[in-house]
Each structure stands twice: as structure tokens, then as C-alpha cells.
């Protein structure tokens, strides 16, 4: 059993920046490839990166080159830097686990987080 706790969240401007942390409790941590997701009102969840147990990550189009996921180990933590952010931005963000091939798509993910809400602001 994991359970994920998402935070950082907030209300931001446009261009501005924010840190996400997903901290994770059960064991092997390590072992787990670690997805960020977001999921705006009317709309299906959506992928937005994911690290893998070795430190590969992937991210949607959308957001590369302006988003970073990394992860601590050691902290059972893993993070979602976003800078540069943009109104179509806005949507509360969950971490889940990995469990199966295909990275984005939710329903190869097994436990979430319950989220925390980014606003940016135009």
C-alpha cells in the first residue's frame, strides 16, 4: 500500500513559477516510476511527465522544456518544477504510481495522491 500526499499548489501569474512535491509512504519507493498528471474542470485527466525508477523522464509537449520532475529517494519525495507557467496551465495536479509500459495513460497508474490545485492568472 503507498500513499501519496501532493503539495504546493497555489495561485501564480502568468510566467511565474512553482514547486510541487509528492511525498510518498510504503515501501520501495525507489523501485517505482513516479507520474505527475492534471485534471482541469470538464476535462480528462491528463499527462504531464513521469520519472522512472533509473531517473528517465518523459514529458508531454506541452509543458517541455518549461516543466522538471526530479525525485529524492532518500525522502520517498518527488517534485514538479514549473516555470514559465500559462493560464491553460491551471488544473489540480496528482502524482500517482507507475505500475504498467505505457506512461500516460492514467489507468496504468495504481495509487494517487489527492491533488492540489494550480491557478495562473492571466
Known amino acids: 500500500q503507498v500513499q501519496l500526499v501532493e503539495s504546493g499548489g497555489g495561485v501564480v501569474q502568468a510566467g511565474g513559477s512553482?514547486?510541487?512535491t509528492c511525498a510518498a509512504s510504503g515501501g520501495g519507493f525507489s523501485r517505482i516510476g513516479m507520474g505527475w498528471f492534471r485534471q482541469a474542470p470538464g476535462l480528462e485527466r491528463e499527462f504531464v511527465g513521469v520519472i522512472?525508477?533509473?531517473?528517465?523522464?518523459?514529458?508531454?509537449?506541452?509543458?517541455?522544456g518549461r516543466f522538471?520532475?526530479?525525485?529524492?529517494?532518500?525522502?520517498?519525495?518527488?517534485?514538479?518544477q514549473?516555470?514559465?507557467?500559462?493560464?491553460?496551465?491551471?488544473a489540480v495536479y496528482y502524482c500517482g504510481t507507475h505500475r504498467l509500459s505505457t506512461y500516460d495513460t492514467p489507468r496504468n497508474y495504481d495509487y494517487w495522491g489527492q491533488g492540489t490545485q494550480v491557478t495562473v492568472s492571466s
Do not use: H, Q
Not at 533509473?54 to 509537449?61: C, L, R, V
Open 18 to 20: 512553482l514547486r510541487l
Open 52 to 64: 522512472m525508477s533509473d531517473g528517465t523522464t518523459y514529458y508531454a509537449e506541452s509543458v517541455k
Open 68 to 80: 522538471t520532475i526530479s525525485r529524492d529517494n532518500g525522502k520517498n519525495t518527488v517534485y514538479l
Open 82 to 90: 514549473m516555470n514559465s507557467l500559462r493560464p491553460e496551465d491551471t
